[in-house]
């Protein structure tokens, strides 16, 4: 890894024919505001797309990447204010990728955790690489900093995931 990008880690585990990777940060942010930017139509699109968020459980996510990705039109399964979060990263005919944010007060701020349920694919570490790229813009956009998607850090993600999923599936 070059000294350029912070630790970038996972915790990796196997659950059945699917792998499940979380990814955690401590934010100097209260779970409110942590939560608005998960939750708010506005604020989604300074970290992660353009789109809308309909905050309840069986509410649509929809989400529209441009020309850099599928858009994302789901129901949101779990949804407990400043807590609790969780919809699939899906979008028609694609495989379920469920992932759940999880918040939880922690030194003054909040520690957020990210979980993925993945299919066992060759997708595994670039969607590993992406979620940690965007959790650096939602990082960026807490402090008020607008940041573009930072494909150094991707690409350096990307390389340390897949060493992190051969290494666990290998075992």
């Not at 708010?40 to 992660?48: A, E, P």
Request: glycine residues 8%.
């Amino acid at each position: 890894m070059s000294g350029e990008c912070r630790d970038i880690y996972g915790d990796i585990r196997c659950d059945g024919s699917r792998i499940c990777v979380t990814l955690h940060r401590e934010l100097g942010h209260s779970p409110e505001s942590v939560w608005k930017m998960l939750t708010d139509s506005v604020c989604l699109s300074q970290w992660l797309a353009p789109g809308v968020l309909e905050q309840e459980v069986g509410g649509r996510i929809k989400l529209d990447f441009g020309n850099s990705g599928t858009p994302i039109d789901c129901r949101i399964r779990a949804f407990e204010p400043n807590r609790l979060l969780s919809y699939s990263w899906s979008a028609g005919e694609d495989p379920e990728r469920p992932l759940t944010w999880e918040l939880r007060e922690y030194r003054g701020g909040t520690r957020l955790s990210l979980t993925l349920l993945l299919p066992n694919d060759h997708l595994l570490a670039i969607s590993c690489a992406g979620w940690d790229a965007h959790l650096e813009m939602l990082m960026a956009a807490l402090e008020g900093i607008s940041i573009h998607f930072p494909a150094a850090r991707f690409r350096e993600a990307r390389a340390v995931f897949a060493e992190l999923l051969k290494q666990k599936l290998v075992a």
